[in-house]
């Protein structure tokens, strides 16, 4: 029948082109699980500054008033197909800065997707943002991607130190 195979056909291609293009997109309430679950991944926590670990429940609140309801944080996932991948949150301090936090869900790490996901949540903040992370010092990696999206180093205390990118 006519057209019959139109529609099987494009979707496929969709699917084709999003699992090898993965996309950012900003985070919506759907997203706070997984984001929980690359968050406490051992291979991710191992790298963060906090140890606490919250339960899902109350990460769900959290998420929601921090970046669903407040309009000066931001959360973008980096999507394959369906599944969330990787997350890059931006959190307005007092000082008006941006502090940065982001991972690539282990299974997907070494593959070029952080870089990708940092280089598109960068581009979809507003202008004159001014955004610092605060990065291990063994964690050579991240280091190595901020650096390359334009973070200087500005300082340090104990193992971790302060990278900033102010806007051009
Ligand atoms: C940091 C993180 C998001 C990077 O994501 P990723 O998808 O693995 O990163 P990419 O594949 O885009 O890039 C890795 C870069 O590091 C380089 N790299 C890989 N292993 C490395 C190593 N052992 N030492 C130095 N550089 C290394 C790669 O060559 C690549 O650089 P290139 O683009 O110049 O080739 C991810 O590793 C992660 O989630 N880590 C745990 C959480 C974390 O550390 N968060 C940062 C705190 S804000």
Known sequence: MKGEHHCPGSLLAKMYMQEVFPSIKSAIMQDAEAVWVIRYHPQVSKESLNIT????????????????????????????????????????????????????????????????????????LPQRSVITAEVKKDNLVSKKILTKYGFIYFGESGDVINLKKNYD
């Open 53 to 124: 670990k919250v339960s899902l429940d109350e990460h769900i609140k959290w998420f929601k008033k921090k970046y669903i309801n407040s309009p000066q944080n931001y959360c973008f996932v980096l999507k394959k197909i369906d599944r969330v991948i990787g997350y890059a949150r931006f959190d307005i301090q007092e000082n008006k800065e941006l502090l940065l936090s982001m991972a690539i869900h282990p299974e997907y790490q070494r593959k070029g997707y952080g870089s990708f996901m940092i280089q598109q949540s960068l581009s979809k």
